[in-house]
């Protein structure tokens, strides 16, 4: 009997890429996620209507456990995944901490921040525990293990901890467990590089999946905007049209440029590649909670904080996908420039950011054309090297 027929089964590093093995994104991560499908929409909404620096540091704050609950997961299957009966029952608990995230989040930094921090660190608990079972039955494994386990428990520890004490303190608890798990992985950098590869297959389908899910708040942005409107004109109409457009523009750019390549094969391009993509999905997220905001102003002079918001998350998402190109693997045969191309997202971004303090208020169709316009610049080249050149 093989082993992908014994019903339960221990922990093996997978060396996938060792064999040349392709592998795929299975239907049940495909299930999970639309429970993050769910709490990102619930995020991105707080965003809509009057928004102030504090509701973006909340939208930002209460973002990255979710993300860290999704790259703790991928990654442990990544290294982990079994066909055992053991694989879908820990991803059906898993589901239920994110069911919690959905409830609490908008509300989570009022009264529901007890429920919050608590579905967070079940979620946390739950990763960990999956790492220390790993550890004791992956020798290999245990030294990266051992500082996985550390840093995380006193994570969650800290989560909760901050139910018993005032707000204020609460929240800067939050922010420090939050930086001891961005910080964590950092300390393996070591025992990492003596560990199979990561998969150049599936692991880059499972981030490109993600940032599909946050492409689609562009779609629920514009789609949100039309429903706010009382009146629907022409006008209203090509600002909506606009909008799809920015979001089309935004995928062409991600997948024409960065999924379909793989990351540099030392680990630290490739943990710097998954980080980046945190920033990103903030971004491109908060790109569709600004559609929202554009489009129900539509005629309007637009309110210099959803100005900013927008302009800041374009600015943001392009200079991610820049840096992001850069710990990206080269191949013979790639067209893309390794500085131009890069360069010129960098470039982008950062105009976008300097906008901000030049651009005097506009209506909404001129500033999805202005980033429109700006995302013209990375299509033209793309078409360019792909086409254009002998």
Known sequence: MTNDRVIWQ??????????????????????????????????????VGDVSFHLVAEYILLFVPLWWIWIGSTYYN???????????????????????????????FKGG?????????????????????????????????????????????????????SPTLRFILWGIALSIDLITPWFTLKGQSRLPRFSTSKLPERFGLLMIIVLGETAAGVVNGIQDIHSIDSEKIFTAMLGVILGFS????????????????????????????????IGIAAIGAGLTNLISLTGETLPPNIQTLTMASYGL???MMGLLEITLNRTEDEPAHHFTSPILKIITGITAFGLILFLP??????????????????????????????
């Open 78 to 108: 990544e290294r982990f995944e079994t066909s055992g009966l053991e694989t879908r029952l820990m991803f059906l608990i898993k589901m239920f901490p994110l069911v919690g995230l959905a409830v609490f989040a908008h509300d989570a």
């Open 10 to 47: 221990i922990p093996r590093l997978r060396i996938d890429e060792e064999e040349a093995r392709h592998r795929k994104v299975s239907w049940l991560e495909l299930f999970y996620d639309l429970f993050f499908v769910v709490v990102i929409a619930r995020l991105s909404h707080e965003l």
């Open 250 to 281: 935004l995928w062409w750019i991600y997948f024409d440029f960065i999924a379909r390549r793989v990351a540099k094969p030392q680990i630290l391009y490739s943990i710097l590649w998954s980080y980046l993509h945190l920033p990103l999905a």
């Open 361 to 390: 208020p506009l209506h909404s169709m001129s500033l999805i054309i202005i980033l429109i316009v700006l995302t013209l610049i990375h299509m033209m080249y793309g078409l360019w090297v792909w086409f254009g050149q002998k």
């Open 317 to 319: 998402t392009l200079l």
């Open 113 to 165: 921040s007890t429920g919050f921090a608590l579905s967070y660190a079940a979620g946390r608990t739950i990763i960990t525990f999956l790492w220390l079972r790993a550890s004791f039955h992956v020798p290999e494994f245990r030294p990266v293990g051992k500082i996985y386990v550390s840093g995380f428990t006193l994570s969650i520890v800290l989560f909760i901890l901050s139910i018993f004490v």
